[in-house]
């Protein structure tokens, strides 16, 4: 009897317009693999010798699975988190060694007919054990390095093994969880390290071969940006708007006087000329710091020259770390290479199907791009494509806004979250469907490089479609145990 009470007291409480936002994805999902593999000699969607057949399949075992997660007691996801986590991360390191190579990578175990990845199903584990953390007694991320070491060692523990597995696009997705850290304390300058790394990147490559002040043009970009950065950390980080004049004429005294000479047929050495004014605004502040005792002039100094090194470890990352095939996706992507028949054929004509769906799309079942199967993979990772050209501009929209609205109603279910590992797992679900909308879209449409991420609920897969299910109705069950009420 309360077995069933508290069963009845779930399926009341439940968010059941999460529930709905979802079976609309999920369905609209199954419709759009069906039109990206549309096969006149098997029409049927009910044909499981097919991807849409195939995938109706992992759809009611997801359904099944939705249930048996919404009928678990909540309170084992939190107890039995670190489990969890150490079972997955343990076959993440089995999977290095006994997986298949698949298109050079290993990532996926295969079980006779069955094949999953479990790259997919880390996700909810990750986030479950990284809300465990944040849910200890009295712990809080700012009040030890400890703290921070665990919470990073969580994140990235999984990010190494995967990375093992030669599988960038899952390792990356996990990077997201970073968001979360902000949420909960981090300072905002790691995110804004982290885009600053990402803009010196993209400078020092798109602009490598062009010269200024004999050096290549990224790096003189990316020089005049730390400077920026310099002064602008003293006005708004450090509260030093004398310090930060003081620089700004300096850089604009010496630049005045590297133009008039240049003027006078005397070129100045770029490299020496910007590392002379780096160096002299950090021992500006070195000296400002110990005569004040100002601990945040020194993180200004650190900044700057951590990213002087950033940039001059970018050239070598990309020749060395980076495998060919990525090196030229990034190129593609940067419009340094064009590569229309390998490197950036799909993004080429995922572009073409998108644009030629105009404002109304050709008609479901009637995308040419589609039929005649000119972009590779359109089931999978660039099964946007599909919708762009068969539904047209307010297709793609539909969609858009359906994910924005899940997104802002997971973000809402994390607010009103009473504790605290609820409201950290929350927005641990919330940050990987960002990132997965962000990174796919961003990939189908050439504004990121091509490191398959799927589109959750539309990608064709099992292990894609049941870890974000697993992930989503984990959150759905820990919400509806905030107002349960036990039955005596």
Known sequence: MESRNTNQSVLRHIDWFTVALYLILVIAGAFSIYAASYD???????????????????????????????????RLYETYAYPIYLFIVVLLFVT??????????????????????????????????????????????????????RALAIIFIPI???LAQKETGSALAYLALFFVLYREGMSGLVL???????????????????????????????FSIIMVMIICMLVVYCRNSEAARNIAIGFAGSSAIAYALHLGGINVPGL????????????????????????????????????VLFLFSVNYTFTSVLQPHQQLRIKVTLGLEE???????????????IGSGGFLGKGYLNGTQTK????????????????????GFWGAMLVLILFLTLILRVIHIAERQPTVFGRVYAY?????????????????????????????????????????TILLFILLRIDAARRERPSY
């Not at 006994?98 to 295969?110: E, F, M, N, Y």
């Open 339 to 353: 590569d229309l028949l390998k490197a950036g054929y799909n993004v080429n004509q995922s572009k073409i199907a």
């Open 372 to 391: 005649l199967k000119y972009v590779p993979e359109q089931h999978t990772d660039f099964i946007f494509c599909t919708i762009g050209e068969e539904q």
């Open 40 to 74: 006149y000699d098997h029409a049927s969607i009910f044909d499981f010798s097919e991807f849409s057949g195939k995938q109706l399949r992992w759809i009611g075992l997801s359904l099944i699975l939705a249930l048996v997660i919404l009928l678990v007691d909540s």
């Open 428 to 468: 641990c679900v919330a940050s990987y469907f960002i990132f997965h909308l962000a990174v796919n879209i961003g990939m189908v449409i050439g504004l990121c490089p091509v490191i398959g991420i799927p589109l959750p609920f539309f990608s064709y897969g099992g292990s894609s479609l049941w870890g974000f």
């Open 272 to 307: 020496p000329f910007f590392l002379i004014n780096i160096g002299a605004a950090c021992i500006y502040c070195l000296i400002l710091a110990i005569q004040s005792s100002l601990r945040k002039m020194f993180v200004t100094v650190g900044t700057a020259i951590l990213s």
């Open 192 to 222: 804004l390290a982290a885009l600053c790394a990402v803009i010196f990147f993209v400078l020092a490559i798109k602009y490598s071969e062009s010269m200024f002040m004999g050096i290549p043009l990224g790096e003189a970009m990316v």
């Open 160 to 162: 190494i093994l995967i």
């Open 96 to 149: 290095i060694f006994v997986a298949p190579d698949i298109k050079g990578s290993r990532s996926w175990l295969v079980f006779g007919p069955i094949s999953f990845q479990p790259a997919e199903f880390g996700k909810f584990a990750t986030a479950l054990a990284l809300a465990k953390l944040f849910s200890g007694y009295n712990f809080k991320l700012n009040d030890s390095k400890a703290n921070y070491l």
